[in-house]
């Protein structure tokens, strides 16, 4: 059946078109990213209360929400922040598969409907938000520019939103700087004294008159009427004519106060190149493709704006993530294409251009089958994918080269081509299949890493298994009948003049091994002492460390925090302010668009909310077009804006990276049970930190109190006025925010009616106070009578970390200086001189630490369970308990030639290089196996065991070099940058390229020598 198979060469030829086909359409139509779409795990819940202070919310709203969440499963940490209005939990779960994941969501949501009978009937429902790679970060941000912040603008802003989550690929767009509409009542409390009318009973009067009702069904006359009640109406003017009653009769609700259709209160302010602005940040789909939807963007923004130019509008894309996702994939493909390049070279080199061909031609068909088999699956072209590619590309010919060069031997004795590929199959056929399980095995177990390292490369150890099953089957069918087809055997002059080379080589390289035969204390010194010298390259810190190294993103924050109790306006004028220097510190065409805004500030883990937050999201242009890198241009900025910063306002630069997300490299969250120990031991950890050289940007989400008026009720005046407590409490909220009494649609649009003071702002807190209040009896009072004040400072927001209080400790690290490790080593030790001044307190050190620890205890056990897979598979291909050891030498061969590639090219150990170490465990065995096999083979015809071995070295020298450059050349270019630079996935070339190279060396050496060490002749 094999030899029929072989020799029907239309039938392998056609499957391997079909395959390249088939591959090449599935390739293109796999949607481009540049990050896999993970499920961080990540659940958010935002409940808003509007009017309630801090405390409030803490106690009526979060404490609620996080009792029901006790009750949950699989939890890893659960977060939250109880600030003015607002309440924000974060839940991350432990790493769990989908369904199970979606079941906990379930359970999440159910505990949180529980409560609802428990929190405030007026509180806006609990938003529930799933957190993945998609949505984590905008796909594009667009700005709707107008010539003022007014109706014309708030209006079309809305519209632009519903066009904009109506096109494929977008799964939300959120804005900041756009207030929703409503009808405001506007209430003067001098005409309702005078007129006797108390503000709630005008607020009761519109509730019940202002609303449409179905009040049902009526027959009349044998024929079923519906009967409908209109009381609303868009109109201000028609609401102003409702008539209020009062002790002598009626009057019209214009007399007493103005109706007017306004915005809700601004919680955010926008402003681009000094215009009103409304942001939007265009979120997409899981595996939408974002280069397909920014151009439908671009093409929409271009069809839009000449629409709304007549008001002095437009629409501009300040950021998108185009141009980063088409230059990452751009530099791996351009690295695939040159390591296709190396490949073939290598093979030309060693075996000739029609059998290296033939051997080339197992990459094209192992990728074009698994993006056959990616596209089934519903991935994505992204980086990690690409990655999987680069590794694999040197891997796939290995296979081709150690058979081709069996067949070769074989054919050059005389036999045909599939004579000779079944000779050949029975020879190598058992020892390359051990080879490929022995990879597959290193990799697989990768699958399992957990977190979101192991989400974000998960993919990458499915393409390399894909693409050396491919391989085998290009090996072991294609090859053989191409070359049948073909008659892919070479001239005798070409072979003469390889084989010469070659020849001379074998001889050399055979010399040398017997002398070093002859002298095998000197081969074990140069193994052993290589070794110990990469470990003190690690041990002396020579090379350095950077766990989460990765290539800092085009876009960046600048962090404007100004003291509690500033209005939104003075946080956006200082914002400004910060804008005009930044402007300054950086060059014209260094800058693709500057937007500035208050009210919030985006963080590595979630939004801040306040009226004191203000920032600046800075976008760059590319640097090839002639700016600087991003990170020259935040050292640049930093000390600049922050000598020029406003007065009493904090400045901090936030800069985004490439990869998975990750905390801060040093987040402390210093936990406790009253806030004013919680400071204390936070301001001594702060100046910790300033202690030490190459810690920057120390931030602590620790908000400063805002002034509170505390009320509470004089019942005896209250009684002795004729009214009643919730009249007066009504009072005080007519008197602030107001109270939303009915909504309606107005053109798909929902609007609010809220009844308010025309008073909402003050320069003196007792003429507030003293408003008069009408009582039944038709006197007024003021309303300084009816409470008992007090005047403290209150929180501006409130942190809970695993449901105690706690308040987080940030900063970034300069990583020329110190890496993450030794950052919070650091910080431990000094603080154990502070920790008895603070009882009751405890630190949580989590951020980047929390994730390293994590990958690395996972990565040590997937090494071993790696390792143990592979001395599993190679036990049962020799039958031996012993030779598999021989083989795995070769693993600490190659951490050796990592040691010296990582401290030669000064490249980070970060945890993507540790990821490289493990899958290079499976691919440095692969060239002892085929070594020790041949030898096995040769002993067990009857050779002593030098000569089985020296011929078995002399005769796989070649196969092992050729699979070595070749595996080599395919990451030669990511690892030397030639096709553009990557600090991810660089270092992870540049390790297994230098794992491989050391680990080749040794092995043409030391495995003979092992073996010669421990196999004795048999007896005559």
């Known amino acids: 059946m094999i030899r029929a198979l072989l020799n029907n060469t239309v039938l392998s030829n056609l499957v391997f078109v079909l395959v390249l086909i088939i591959g090449a359409m599935s390739y293109n139509l796999m949607p481009r990213q540049k990050d896999p779409t993970i499920n961080f795990n990540w659940i958010i819940i935002v409940t808003a209360l509007p009017g309630a202070s801090a405390e409030d919310i803490e106690m009526r709203v979060t404490q609620p929400l996080e009792d029901a969440l006790r009750k949950l499963n699989d939890v890893n940490f ?95 767009v959120d804005t900041a700087g756009l207030q929703d509409p409503e009808v405001q009542v506007l209430l003067d409390m001098g005409l309702l004294a005078s007129a006797g009318i108390h503000p709630a009973t005008v607020s009761d009067v519109i509730a019940s008159q202002w609303q449409d009702l179905a009040a049902g069904k009526l027959t009349v006359s044998n024929e079923q009427w519906l009967v409908r009640h209109l009381g609303q109406s868009p109109s201000p003017e028609d609401l102003a004519q409702l008539w209020i009653p009062q002790a002598g009769g009626e009057l019209r609700l214009e007399t007493l106060a103005q109706v007017e259709r306004r915005r809700q209160d601004p919680t955010q302010l926008v402003m681009y190149e000094g215009q009103p602005a409304v942001m939007m940040s265009v979120m997409k789909e899981g595996n939408a493709n974002t280069l397909v939807l920014i151009e439908t963007l671009e093409a929409f923004i271009d069809q839009y704006n000449p629409t709304i130019a007549p008001r002095g509008l437009a629409l501009v894309l300040a950021d998108d993530q185009t141009e980063s996702t088409r230059r990452a994939i751009d530099i791996m493909q351009t690295n695939a294409i040159q390591g296709l390049l190396f490949v073939g070279l290598v093979s030309w080199l060693f075996l000739g251009w029609r059998i290296g061909v033939l051997v080339a031609l197992a990459i094209p068909f192992s990728l074009m089958g698994v993006f056959i088999l990616l596209n089934l699956q519903g991935e994505t072209v992204n980086l990690t994918v690409l990655l999987g590619v680069i590794i694999a590309l040197g891997m796939l010919v290995d296979v081709a080269v150690v058979m081709v060069e069996a067949m070769h031997q074989r054919m050059g004795q005389g036999e045909a081509a599939i004579d000779a590929a079944i000779g050949a199959m029975g020879e190598v056929g058992w020892p390359i299949f051990a080879a490929v399980l022995t990879t597959i095995a290193a990799f697989l177990p990768l699958i399992l890493l957990p977190g979101i390292l192991g989400d974000f490369m998960r993919i990458v150890p499915t393409v390399v298994t894909f693409a050396l099953i491919f391989s085998l089957i290009q090996a072991f069918w294609m090859l053989p009948s191409q070359m049948h087809a073909l008659h892919a055997l070479p001239t005798q002059k070409r072979i003469s003049r390889r084989e010469r080379i070659l020849r001379r080589l074998r001889n050399l390289y055979g010399r040398v091994l017997i002398k070093s035969f002859r002298h095998p204390w000197v081969t074990l010194v140069c193994l052993i002492g290589s070794f110990t010298l990469a470990i003190g390259l690690f041990v002396t810190d020579r090379i350095s460390r950077d766990f989460f190294a990765a ?12 003291p509690s109790g500033s209005t939104l306006r003075q946080t956006l ?182 009844v308010r003071s025309q008073q909402t702002s003050t320069e003196d807190i007792e003429a507030w106070l003293s408003t008069r209040i009408a009582t039944p009896s038709g006197q007024s009072v003021p309303l300084s009578e009816l409470l008992n004040l007090e005047v403290k400072t209150g929180f501006a927001s409130l942190r809970h970390y695993n449901f105690s209080r706690a308040i987080t400790l940030e900063a970034d690290l300069d990583r020329s200086q110190l890496d993450t490790l030794q950052a919070n080593q650091r910080i431990q030790s000094a603080w154990l001189e502070y920790q008895d001044r603070h009882p009751g307190i405890s630190l949580d050190f989590s951020g980047e630490l929390d994730d390293i620890q994590e990958s690395l205890n996972a990565l040590a056990i ?123 996935f660089g270092p992870v070339a540049t390790a297994i390229v230098w794992g491989i190279s050391v680990s080749t060396l040794l092995t043409l050496f030391t495995i003979p020598l092992m073996y010669k060490l421990t196999r004795r002749d048999r007896p005559r």
């Open 78 to 172: 659960v977060s939250s922040t109880s600030r003015v209005g607002l309440s924000n939990i974060l839940v991350r779960f432990r790493d769990l598969d989908e369904r199970q994941f979606d079941k906990r969501v379930t359970d999440l949501r159910r505990e949180v409907q529980s409560k609802r009978n428990e929190l405030p009937a007026d509180i806006v429902e609990p938003i529930i938000l799933e957190i993945t790679s998609a949505n984590a970060f905008p796909a594009a941000t667009l700005v709707l520019k107008g010539q003022a912040d007014d109706e014309i603008l708030r209006s079309e802003a809305y519209q632009l939103k519903r066009e904009l989550e109506r096109i494929k690929g977008i799964d939300r």
């Open 551 to 562: 290539d800092t993103l085009s876009v960046f924050y600048i962090n404007v925090e100004m």
């Open 573 to 754: 004028n200082a914002t400004l302010d910060v804008e005009v220097h930044a402007r300054a510190g950086m060059e014209p065409e260094e800058i693709r668009s500057l937007v500035s805004y208050a009210g919030q500030m985006f963080t590595e883990t979630e939004p801040l909310l306040g009226d004191n937050y203000g920032q600046i999201f800075v976008s760059l242009t590319s640097r090839h077009l002639g700016g600087r890198s991003a990170d020259d241009i935040i050292e640049g900025l930093r000390e600049s804006v922050q000598l020029h910063a406003p007065a009493a306002s904090k400045i901090t630069l936030l800069k985004l990276s490439d990869g998975p997300p990750s905390s801060m490299p040093i987040s402390i969250k210093v936990r406790g049970d009253e806030y004013g120990l919680i400071q204390a031991a936070v301001d001594d950890l702060t100046a910790i930190l300033q202690g030490i050289p190459g810690v920057v940007d120390i931030t602590s989400d620790a908000s400063p109190g805002t002034q509170q008026l505390v009320t509470r009720l004089n019942l005896p005046a209250i009684a002795r006025a004729g009214l009643d407590a919730r009249s007066v409490t009504r009072t005080l909220r007519l008197l602030t925010d107001g109270e939303v009494v009915a909504q309606l649609n107005d053109r798909g649009e929902s609007v609010d009616l809220r």
């Open 862 to 984: 997937l090494f071993v369970l790696g390792v143990g897979l592979m001395y599993l598979i190679l036990g049962a291909q020799f039958k031996s308990y012993f030779q598999p050891f021989i083989i795995l030498l070769t693993i600490p061969m190659a951490f050796t030639g990592v040691a010296y590639g990582l401290w030669f090219s000064q490249n980070p150990l970060s945890l993507y290089t540790l990821y490289g170490l493990v899958a290079l465990s499976g691919i440095a065995v692969n060239s002892a196996i085929v070594l020790i096999a041949a030898a096995n083979s040769r002993y067990n015809d009857g050779m002593s065991v030098i000569y089985s071995i020296v011929y078995a070295a002399r005769r796989r020298m070649v196969p092992i070099l050729i699979t070595a450059a070749t595996t080599m050349a395919g990451l030669m270019g990511l690892a030397l940058g030639l096709g553009g630079k990557s600090l991810i």
